[in-house]
């Protein structure tokens, strides 16, 4: 009888050792890489900066603010909407398309820009101007950043590319 129970404990040691002798096979997987960091922008400073918030910056490219608050309206609800809902919410006016007409807004100064609105708990508003880009702001010609790549002008390659684009539509409104 006691050379049964020898046998069985020396079984249960042999199964014991087993993932000290083989640790690669007792070990979680490794960890899998980190995810990859954002694709930011580059770090460079801006080189040029212009406030359109300010009656200067908007000036320098013919800026006019348009301002509208943006109503919460009831609507019907979708056609495959569930059985309990027979309406939905939505917004007025649509006003992010770019061929919208806002003749009728109100003209806001650019100092109103930074000016709280609004009072309830839910509030949103459109703000809309129209950009007309010059040859030259100040001491700094769009068509000369253009030629340069994003290191020597100080911009980087996205605002070159439009620098680019826009240089040969200069005095056209965005």
């Given at each position: 009888?006691?050379?049964?129970?020898?046998?069985?404990?020396?079984?249960?040691?042999?199964?014991?050792?087993?993932?000290?002798?083989?640790?690669?096979?007792?070990?979680?997987?490794?960890?899998?890489?980190?995810?990859?960091?954002?694709?930011?922008?580059?770090?460079?400073?801006?080189?040029?900066?212009?406030?359109?918030?300010?009656?200067?910056?908007?000036?320098?490219?013919?800026?006019?603010?348009?301002?509208?608050?943006?109503?919460?309206?009831?609507?019907?609800?979708?056609?495959?909407?569930?059985?309990?809902?027979?309406?939905?919410?939505?917004?007025?006016?649509?006003?992010?398309?770019?061929?919208?007409?806002?003749?009728?807004?109100?003209?806001?100064?650019?100092k109103g820009l930074l000016e709280r609105r609004g009072g309830g708990r839910?509030?949103?508003?459109?703000?809309?101007?129209?950009?007309?880009?010059?040859?030259?702001?100040?001491?700094?010609?769009?068509?000369?950043?253009?030629?340069?790549?994003?290191?020597?002008?100080?911009?980087?390659?996205?605002?070159?590319?439009?620098?680019?684009?826009?240089?040969?539509?200069?005095?056209?409104?965005?």
């Open positions: 009888m006691r050379k049964s129970h020898f046998g069985i404990l020396a079984g249960c040691v042999a199964l014991a050792a087993i993932p000290v002798a083989l640790p690669s096979a007792a070990q979680a997987p490794p960890a899998a890489p980190p995810n990859p960091p954002p694709v930011m922008a580059p770090s460079l400073p801006p080189s040029r900066v212009v406030d359109l918030a300010t009656p200067e910056g908007t000036a320098a490219f013919g800026a006019q603010w348009k301002n509208m608050d943006v109503k919460i309206v009831e609507v019907p609800a979708m056609p495959n909407a569930g059985p309990a809902w027979k309406s939905a919410y939505d917004i007025q006016p649509h006003a992010g398309e770019g061929v919208f007409d806002d003749t009728s807004w109100p003209v806001i100064e650019p839910i509030f949103m508003t459109w703000y809309r101007t129209n950009l007309t880009v010059p040859a030259k702001i100040g001491d700094f010609e769009w068509r000369d950043a253009a030629r340069r790549g994003p290191a020597e002008s100080g911009h980087d390659s996205g605002l070159q590319h439009a620098q680019s684009r826009d240089a040969q539509r200069s005095g056209e409104a965005w």
